[in-house]
């Protein structure tokens, strides 16, 4: 088989810088949407009042999950990140070609 198994290495770590700004991005507007909502709910009563707290708290709930994947995703990419830095060292070092 000649098919050939690549990493782009600066990619990768452009990708990992990405997830991180994005997921600082997503913790802020979570925080600010709930300063945001906690000045409308603190003068609103009533059904609707309860139906969008309600509706609010799943997607709170939602959006932290998708902030905690993000997370994840993030510190996979890192991790393989530096296994693949590792790695080309590693070789590099066998073949004799460390310092170029």
Same mark, same amino acid.
């Given at each position: =088989?000649?098919?050939?198994?690549?990493? !782009?290495?600066?990619? $990768? !770590?452009?990708?990992?810088?990405?997830? %991180?700004?994005?997921?600082?991005?997503? %913790?802020?507007?979570?925080?600010?949407?709930?300063?945001?909502?906690?000045?409308?709910?603190? !003068?609103?009563?009533?059904?609707?009042?309860?139906?969008?707290?309600?509706?609010?708290?799943?997607?709170?709930?939602?959006?932290? =999950?998708?902030?905690?994947? $993000?997370?994840?995703?993030?510190?996979?990419?890192?991790?393989?990140?530096?296994?693949?830095?590792?790695?080309?060292?590693?070789?590099?070092?066998?073949?004799?070609?460390?310092?170029?």
């Amino acid at each position: =088989m000649t098919d050939q198994y690549r990493v !782009d290495l600066a990619h $990768l !770590d452009t990708v990992t810088a990405q997830l %991180e700004s994005l997921n600082g991005f997503v %913790e802020e507007l979570l925080r600010e949407l709930e300063e945001r909502i906690a000045v409308v709910q603190r !003068d609103w009563s009533g059904a609707a009042a309860d139906a969008h707290a309600a509706t609010h708290a799943q997607w709170i709930t939602a959006a932290a =999950m998708i902030h905690g994947e $993000l997370a994840k995703v993030k510190t996979a990419a890192a991790a393989a990140l530096s296994s693949y830095d590792a790695g080309t060292a590693a070789n590099l070092s066998m073949l004799g070609r460390s310092g170029q």
